[in-house]
Each structure stands twice: as C-alpha cells, then as structure tokens.
C-alpha cells in the first residue's frame, strides 16, 4: 500500500471566504492520470443560485478524506482554509486534518527566486506554462458565464498539471515531507521518507551535542533524510 498524496487547486471570486465563492476545485492524485473537477455551474442549484458552492465544496471534502498527504501552492494560507470556511458556512462536515505539504514555502524558504509564485517557479525549473486568466473572463464567470467558467476550469485544471511537475522537481530541498514510511507502515524496512525508495545512499552524519544521525541521499527522488539519533556513552566537558 502506498501513501495517497493528493494535489489540489482552488478558483475563488475573492481572497476572503465571507466575500467570495468558489468557482472550482481541481485534483489529481500521484500516479494518477486524470485531473478531477467539482465546477460551480455542475451544481443542481446553479440556475437558482450561480454563487452557492456548497455542491463544490462538499464534493472535494468527500473526495479528500481519503488522501494521506495533500500538496498545493499556497495552499496551507489560502486554499485549505477557504474551502474550510466555505464548509462551515453551508453547515456541512469540514475537512479531516491532514498532513500538508506546500511548495510555497518550499519556494520561499529553500529557493531564492525573485518571486515565489508558481508562474515564476515554473519558468525557472522549466516546466508547463501557467495559464494566466484574463479579467474579462473572470468577470463573466462570476456572473455565471458557462463559457467563461470553462475557461477558468482549464486553466485551474492547469495548474494542477504544473503543481505536480514543481513537486516532482523540488523534492530534493523539501523540508519536514510527511513520512511516507508512517502511511504504509513499512517500518521494518523504511525507504526515502518523501517517495519510499529503498535506494537511500549513506552520505555522513548530523553531529549535535553527545549524539548523531545518519544522514541519507535518496538515489531515487533526490531528497534528504536522517535516521534515528545515536547517542554517544561520553561525558562532555
């Protein structure tokens, strides 16, 4: 059994819960092909209401309560916590918590680029173009505009695709990724903590105080990890 990582992109008509609404939600689990959708004008209640998400944001949250990890940009500051507020305002069950990984401070606190956007990061680690969205469009799709919101659509849609390759490239400066080896309770044998490769290189140690650690170079994602600490029976002076 391997750990389901999930990766997930959200399309709001404001940077604020109580003011805006979500257009959409896009997903795609790792290993798998096809990106998922919940789309606002998909809701049985859209002719009657096009800025009732409430079919969008359930959706996503019965989908996610079955992933391992979740992966975004920006999303622990943003996405999670709309779609949570949005939640809560329908009277429906929220989100489970679940460990989180966002590349955003990956980008911010590993990298130092001129901007830590996805857009920026993309260009540099020379992945997929992110699709820009044009205001028109998005004028339109926030009056519920079936067109315009198909437009927003492919381009959330598009950022999933992009969120995933940066994940992929990144791996190696990732910080604090969820213990892989935790999910599939392999740990017996435990591989990479980021990908689960049992392709795990000694390459010296982490020295501190009266003990040390292994320190390890995944053959297979590139990331680094550390085994259990070992104490040295010596007295320090």
């Not at 975004?72 to 809560?88: C, E, M, N």
């Not at 820009?132 to 926030?142: D, Y």
């Amino acid at each position: 059994m391997s750990a389901k990582l999930t990766f997930f992109d959200i399309e709001s008509t404001n940077l604020n819960a109580n003011y805006g609404y979500i257009l959409c939600i896009s997903w795609k689990h790792l290993g798998e092909k096809e990106v998922h959708c919940a789309r606002i004008d998909k809701s049985p209640k859209f002719k009657a209401d096009p800025t009732n998400d409430a079919w969008v944001v359930s959706q996503f949250a019965k989908e996610i309560a079955n992933s391992d990890i979740v992966c975004g940009w920006y999303s622990a500051r943003f996405d999670w916590p709309f779609i949570q507020s949005r939640l809560l305002s329908h009277g429906l069950p929220t989100m489970p918590p679940i460990p989180h990984v966002d590349l955003w401070r990956t980008a911010k606190y590993q990298m130092k680029l001129n901007s830590n956007r996805l857009a920026s990061v993309s260009e540099f680690l020379n992945l997929d173009e992110k699709t820009p969205i044009r205001s028109r469009e998005w004028i339109r799709a926030m009056a519920g505009h079936r067109k315009s919101i198909d437009y927003v659509v492919d381009h959330c849609i598009q950022d999933i695709v992009v969120l995933e390759q940066a994940y992929m490239k990144m791996r190696p400066v990732m910080r604090g990724h969820p213990n892989v080896n935790v999910v599939t309770a392999d740990l017996d044998q435990p591989g990479c903590p980021i990908c689960g490769s049992k392709k795990l290189q000694k390459r010296g140690r982490s020295v501190a105080g009266v003990g040390f650690t292994q320190r390890y170079h995944c053959q297979g994602c590139g990331g680094w990890s550390r085994g259990r600490p070992q104490r040295l029976d010596v007295e320090v002076r």
